[in-house]
């Protein structure tokens, strides 16, 4: 499972013109679900997510995560971050988990952290979406589980 994580100050998901989901100042989390991931794995990297410290202190520092800061989580399913492009200029995407293992595990994740309080908008499992995004710093990283 791999999480691109995007502190924003607000995003939100679009299908054919109409929000679906939407946060103010949070993360942005683009998660990919590889086939041999499993329920710990996403409870594990939801933990990750929750706990991340990427946001300021009163000294500008990297000290505070999502928990701390109260903000939301606008998580949207991407299977392309599993891709392989180590050979030809075609991605694969064998290593990503077909929908109906991948889509379950979605939202595991999401409940992973809802049970930690945090507020969590989605964009719709396996539809093509607009993200909209305000990245702030930017400040963008990827987690691997």
Do not use: H, W
């Not at 590889?34 to 933990?47: F, I, K, M, N």
């Not at 971050?81 to 109906?100: Q, V, W, Y």
């Not at 995004?133 to 987690?143: M, S, Y």
Request: glycine share 10%.
């Amino acid at each position: 499972m791999r999480a691109v994580v995007q502190r924003v100050r607000e995003a939100c998901v679009l299908i054919r013109g109409d929000s679906v989901g939407a946060i103010g100042a949070g993360l942005c989390v683009l998660l990919g679900v590889a086939a041999d991931d499993d329920e710990a794995t996403a409870e594990r990297l939801a933990g990750k997510v929750a706990r991340l410290r990427i946001f300021a202190n009163e000294e500008g520092r990297f000290d505070r995560s999502l928990l701390d800061t109260k903000g939301g989580a606008l998580v949207v399913s991407q299977f392309t971050l599993i891709a392989d492009t180590a050979k030809g200029n075609r991605p694969s995407f064998t290593a990503a988990a077909p929908p109906e293992r991948a889509e379950p595990l979605y939202e595991t994740f999401c409940a992973a952290l809802e049970s930690e309080g945090i507020e969590v908008a989605r964009g719709r499992f396996g539809v093509a979406m607009l993200v909209e995004i305000a990245n702030d710093g930017p400040v963008t990283i990827v987690l691997d589980a």
